[in-house]
């Protein structure tokens, strides 16, 4: 059976944590277990392979939503041959992958904060699924972590299809696994941009977009920054000479001793040829 027209609203759309939890993900589980070999079993296309991947129990993975919450879980759905995952199981139906990346409204072309259950799943499938299995560059380090519950984040979209996202530790936020110690400015923890939107400017409306928020204060960028982006950076600082002494690449909190001024070390590894001005 074909999922092609069983979605009447996206993936984003999910109303509530409630909703997704109607559905006991491990009776589910079971009942694929038992199900009747001879019953029609629904399926899914790869989108990398173009082959259908009929649902059963060893192709189901739990997962995890949130770093800090085991208890709220979905199933991603695993291709036997490209062994990635092509569907995503919340809130009682499987949302193939392609489909999830979409929003109701066309016209949505925006930087949107996370506010809704759906928000946080789709980030999920950036993350966990987009990011980790699909499209990360080996070159990149990166640790693929579920992201906290109360992460502030936000996805970026464009004519209605989700183009990446940012998370943010803002200033004063506890430190985790620190006593007592916060973060010293905002600090921009992760970012993806998926790779069909690159070089399309994205990278410098997030930097816009932060210097928005923080008129006229300091904010950062989490070790280790890509190549990619410190080339977007440099060309941002060069427009925008006011910034020059408000954006830093920060470990550990930020604070004085773990941040370093970007635009001196843009200068720095220019000047040593380690990226082109």
């Not at 989700?162 to 430190?175: I, S």
Request: hydrophobic letters at 40%.
């Amino acid at each position: 059976m074909s999922t092609g027209s069983m979605t009447k609203r996206h993936l984003v759309e999910l109303l509530s944590l409630e909703e997704h939890e109607a559905e006991s993900l491990d009776k589910y589980l079971t009942s694929l277990e038992a199900m009747d070999s001879n019953k029609v079993m629904e399926s899914i296309q790869c989108h990398l392979c173009d082959i259908q991947i009929v649902v059963t129990k060893d192709r189901s993975k739990m997962e995890a939503v949130f770093r800090d919450q085991e208890s709220s879980r979905v199933l991603h759905l695993q291709c036997d041959s490209c062994k990635k995952s092509v569907a995503l199981r919340a809130g009682g139906k499987w949302w193939p992958l392609q489909e999830s990346l979409h929003c109701g409204d066309s016209y949505r072309s925006s930087f949107k904060e996370v506010a809704t259950f759906g928000e946080r799943l789709l980030l999920h499938v950036l993350n966990r699924i987009i990011f980790k299995e699909v499209e990360h560059d080996s070159g990149t380090p990166a640790l693929f972590l579920p992201i906290p519950a109360d992460e502030q984040a936000k996805l970026i979209w464009c004519n209605g299809e989700v183009v990446g996202f940012y998370t943010l530790k803002p200033r004063g936020k506890l430190y985790q696994g620190a006593f007592g110690e916060s973060y010293a400015m905002p600090i921009v923890d992760l970012m993806f941009i998926r790779k069909k939107f690159r070089q399309q400017g994205y990278g410098a409306k997030v930097i816009e977009d932060l210097a928005f928020m923080f008129p006229n204060q300091n904010f950062g960028f989490s070790h280790p920054v890509s190549p990619s982006l410190y080339i977007v950076l440099l060309r941002y600082l060069q427009m925008h000479p006011e910034m020059h002494d408000h954006i830093w690449v920060t470990t550990y909190t930020g604070d004085e001793g773990h941040r370093q001024n970007i635009w001196l070390l843009l200068r720095h590894l220019v000047r040593k040829k380690e990226i082109l001005s």
